[in-house]
């Protein structure tokens, strides 16, 4: 039933005119990975590459992304990968705040079919979606319970390739990323969080409610 709906959220994808997007991109990009995924990785939205292909992170970043997956022992076809919009913004710009929204329920109705133990964000923009006001160099690689779900921040593996020093900093937090998984694993279900320490939210304003930190 999950792999049926993921089917149907591609098919609306790739005929998706419901914000400006569409029309500079060559298609939609919905997302990709198995539908019992039990990590779902959120970026910001498809580039080049990805616009040609109709796949995510195939680029520069999608090689390092595998490359990271695979330091702590994953394949990309163990994870789901998506990003907050479908179609790549004209010249690899920022995905605006309307784009974003119009977007937004295609992911609502991709994490409710996957139901995955941990979501990843990979960047700020797909961080907001969970923890706005916060500053991902202030949070990255921690993890936090958000309504119910362990989701962990971390930096756009982009930003490695753009900044060498950031790069050490990207693989120390997917190096904390089993550990996560298993404690995810181990507090059942991911609407039970009491089952997860709660301590004080980072000192950002306005901070999302129901937060809870490893």
Partial sequence: MAQAELDLIAQEVKTCTKCKLYKSARQGVPGEGPANAEIL????????????????????????????????????????????VKHRPPGNRDPEPDEIKACSGYLDRQIAALQPKVIVTLGRHSMAR????????????????????????????????????LRQTVIADFKKLPGYIARAKGQGSPAAPSAVPK??????????????LF
């Fill in 41 to 84: 990785f959120i970026g910001e939205g498809p580039g080049f590459y990805e616009d040609q292909q109709g796949r995510p992170f195939v680029g520069a970043s999608g090689k390092f992304l595998e490359e990271l997956l695979a330091s702590i022992g994953l394949k990309r076809e163990d994870v789901f990968i998506a990003n907050v």
């Fill in 130 to 165: 969970y923890f706005p006001g916060a500053k991902v160099s202030s949070i990255h690689g921690q993890a936090r319970v958000v309504d119910g779900r362990l989701v962990v921040a971390m930096f756009h593996p982009a930003a490695a390739l753009h900044q060498e020093s």
């Fill in 199 to 212: 301590l004080a939210p980072p000192e950002e304003p306005e901070g999302p409610k129901q937060l809870s």
